[in-house]
């Protein structure tokens, strides 16, 4: 079939150029083998130097051209799919040749004809001379074979990859030259099938040569060689040692890799054993990274020594089972001398390559064999080794050493290239890590001093926490929990989260801690608290963030109180999930309650809860990362949650282990900050309570009821402070307040005595004048007690005041 007419496409350039000469190849009979390639316009769009030879026109005059240009007679009919026949082309001096072509169509994915591959041969020889000077002077291995697999033919180049003169391969089957040389791998296979398809092949392989005395890479094309009917009458080979090609394409893989397979975790020896196991064995039969010490800590670099030089072997490993070749341990210092590769690659900021043979290369390899520990020196074979710095951001980390022992190519310029391109890669991924755990370290610091360590002593609940941080690479976050002791024995309870990571987070969570304990010092109720704490957080936010995203700021807390004389829990929650509560006889629920939105939303209010509780229940307080993550179902956690809660446990420190066993999975993705606290209950053998009428008279009875229950609890000694305080703070409610007053004593670790009447308004301490005549009550109450204070009540306020008990 004629080859299509030209089309109004003119390519730009060939699809693939013949870059060696495919067509110089001789048979016995001196015959040229030419080659081209045409698509699907009638274009040229390949030219093999056989070609040129046959027809004078070179590759750069003939590819771009049309098909028909190039001939001397029109093309006779031809059937479609494979043919052969002959063809007259017009040479360059513009005399016609007569050759015999052999067209196979190119098929695309769709099935259609894209164009096709030709083979041409003179019918006889008539440029013996002019050939065979070709074929002889070719670079590259060129060899012709029978269709019985026997060498017809071999150029000097082949001679020397094979080893052995002409004349000892001439005739001979190539299945029986395969203990004289290490073939191809499939080169036999690939020989067949040309010979049986009469298709051309071409592929490449990854070979030993023992002449040359180095691994080589080739590429070898396969096409058949025709007699004058255009039989199969052998196959002709070219193979091109495309060595450093294929070097540099592996150097550019594993640089590839090296971009998905390092640094896929921000921990520094994790990093370091990922360069290793990227590089043993395609790189070095051995390779190790050894850090600076300050690396590993949260030191600030110091300058690079000049010196000796002391590192940490941080990650190693050999292509030997065992790693034999390392002559120090993980995890422990080595020291490098002046002449070593690693101590000039630290100095000199560059790549160091020492070969056998070389004085440095004796030098160190006595120096590290003497080093080693017993029956540890470096095995016979090495011959080569490279070592690297590794720099990131301007700042010397540490040293990439590798050591060629089997592969037979020592290190040249171009692997130290290559060397310093991944070192800078792996760098920045280990200064990475780096960087993460210098800040996790800080913000868990941080955070764990702002965290409470020990929890103030109170009789209301006794407590266990646990805190968590997340082991993910998102860094320490923001939970954060508390335990404030209140007036009149109550305690307030407080689990809080912050929004994001880091040191920011762990900065704000330590603001917001002090804040609420600011908040909770002043009593205000649950609802009210978390009202100026979103304030709070809003003018935060706006002063960080120049107002403009508020929520970028946001946080949840959850904050309860209990008093343990009444037994009522009072809770409200800003965006936070609820507690869980165990009662005595088992069962065990979430609080019902309004959450209500995250603090640093603004403009809705908070909805507070009160229940009263048995003694002896168990409130769980807990951070969202305790029963949320991403793979996992919240029900199905809160379930978990709450049974784990009722297993038995010997006390809350040992419940809070198994509640965290029972509920965490294995890799947390967030912080977890668990408070457990059990109620107690104040009986009324430890709380004393008298209403007192507005009139004057009644302090005196006040005060003589406060002695005589002093006297029944045992504690004498403080009747005369309680006497001068119940005194002053009666009268103060009498004169200053509304009915109804009442007077409590509680003994609790320490005495508190409480007044409350129903005025709303707070008494304020101020300092008397001399002449003054009063004023000097609270000032006296304020000397004589531990701490004193006022609180709002929903029917007025109280007015407290706490003696210590030393004396008991």
């Known amino acids: 079939m004629e080859p299509p007419a030209v089309g109004p496409r003119v390519p730009t350039g060939p699809a693939r150029l013949m870059h060696r000469a495919r067509g110089t190849i001789l048979d016995d009979m001196e015959q040229v083998v030419a080659a081209a390639v045409i698509d699907a316009h009638g274009i040229v769009t390949g030219w093999s130097e056989g070609a040129r030879l046959l027809t004078g026109h070179p590759a750069e005059e003939a590819v771009g051209r049309t098909a028909a240009d190039l001939l001397a007679e029109e ?54 001379t002019l050939a065979g000077r070709a074929f002889e002077q070719a670079s590259m291995s060129m060899s012709v074979f029978d269709p019985q697999q026997r060498y017809l033919r071999l150029n000097e180049v082949a001679c020397k990859v094979m080893g052995v003169p002409e004349d000892v391969l001439l005739g001979r089957h190539f299945p029986d030259t395969v203990a004289d040389v290490e073939p191809h791998r499939g080169f036999d296979w690939h020989l067949r099938q040309v010979a049986e398809t009469g298709r051309p092949i071409r592929y490449e392989s990854f070979t030993s040569a023992p002449s040359l005395n180095r691994e080589h890479a080739w590429t070898t094309e396969m096409w058949p060689v025709r007699d004058a009917s255009g039989e199969v009458a052998g196959v ?246 508390d335990v404030i002791p209140l007036s009149g024995s109550r305690v307030a309870l407080v689990v809080g989260d912050v929004v994001g990571h880091g040191i920011p987070s762990s900065a704000t969570m330590g603001r917001l801690c002090m804040a609420v304990r600011t908040l909770a010092d002043v009593d205000l109720p649950p609802d009210e608290l978390l009202t100026h704490l979103d304030d709070l957080v809003t003018h935060l936010a706006a002063y960080d963030e120049g107002g403009e995203d508020v929520a970028e700021l946001g946080a949840t807390c959850l904050y309860a109180v209990y008093d343990p004389v009444s037994r009522r829990l009072t809770a409200a929650a800003a965006g936070h999930p609820a507690p869980a509560l165990v009662r005595p006889d088992g069962t065990v629920q979430l609080i019902g309650m309004t959450p209500g939105p995250p603090l640093g939303v603004g403009g809705l209010p908070f909805e507070a809860v009160e229940l009263e509780l048995p003694e002896e229940s168990v409130l769980a307080l807990f951070t969202d990362g305790l029963i949320e993550d991403r ?21 809350l420190d040992a419940l809070c282990d198994s509640v965290l066993k029972a509920v965490l999975p294995e890799d947390p993705g967030d912080d977890v900050a668990l408070l457990l606290a059990r109620t107690r209950a104040l009986g009324a053998d430890r709380v004393a309570t008298w209403d007192v009428a507005p009139d004057p008279a009644q302090v005196a009875a006040a005060r003589q009821a406060a002695t005589e229950q002093l006297a029944a609890w045992g504690m004498e000694e403080a009747a005369f402070v309680t006497e001068l305080v119940v005194s002053e703070l009666v009268t103060n409610a009498i004169r200053y307040g509304a009915p109804p007053i009442r007077l409590r004593l509680i003994r609790d670790r320490s005495l508190i005595c409480e007044v409350s009447d129903g005025s709303s308004t707070s008494p304020h301490l101020r300092r008397a004048h001399a002449f003054d005549e009063g004023g000097r009550g609270l000032l006296l109450v304020a000397q004589l007690t531990q701490r004193w204070g006022s609180r709002q009540t929903g029917r007025g306020k109280t007015i407290w005041a706490e003696q210590s008990l030393e004396f008991e």
């Open 75 to 128: 093309l006779p009919p031809r059937a479609d799919g494979d043919w052969t026949g002959p063809v007259v082309v017009r040479h360059r001096d513009g005399r016609p040749v007569t050759l015999v072509v052999s067209a196979c169509p190119v098929l695309g994915r769709d099935g259609r004809r894209t164009g096709y591959t030709l083979s041409a041969q003179r019918p006889a020889a008539t440029e013996p």
């Open 236 to 481: 002709a080979l070219a193979a091109f040692d495309s060595t450093e090609q294929y070097l540099a394409r592996q150097r550019l893989t594993l640089l590839n890799e090296a971009a998905a397979s390092i640094g896929t975790t921000l921990d520094v020896v994790r990093t370091t054993e990922e360069v290793v196991e990227l590089l043993v064995p395609r790189f070095a039969d051995f390779v190790s990274v050894d850090l600076l010490d300050w690396v590993l800590g949260a030191d600030e670099p110091p300058p690079v020594p000049s010196g000796e030089v002391v590192l940490r072997r941080v990650a190693h490993g050999s292509a030997q089972e065992g790693t034999p070749e390392a002559a120090v341990r993980l995890g422990e210092t080595d020291v490098h001398p002046p002449f070593s590769p690693p101590a000039r690659a630290l100095r000199e900021g560059r790549a160091i390559r020492i070969q056998a043979g070389e004085p440095d290369f004796v030098s160190w390899l006595a120096e590290r064999n003497a080093r080693a520990p017993e029956g540890r020196p470096f095995r016979t074979g090495v011959h080569s080794v490279i070592s690297v710095p590794l720099k990131a951001r301007g700042i010397t980390l540490g040293v990439l050493v590798g050591v060629r022992i089997a592969h037979f190519d020592d290190y040249e310029a171009d692997d130290a290239v290559f060397a310093e391109e991944l070192a800078s890669r792996a760098a920045v991924c280990i200064d990475n890590a780096r960087r993460f755990a210098r800040e996790r370290t800080t913000a868990l610091a941080l955070q764990s001093s702002l965290l409470p360590r020990g929890l103030s002593g109170q009789a209301a609940v006794e407590v266990a926490h646990r805190y968590l941080p997340s082991g993910s690479t998102a860094g320490i976050g923001g939970d954060w929990f």
């Open 631 to 651: 793979d996992r179902d919240v029900d199905r956690a809160v379930g978990e949650l709450c049974n784990a809660l009722t297993a038995p446990a010997a006390s």
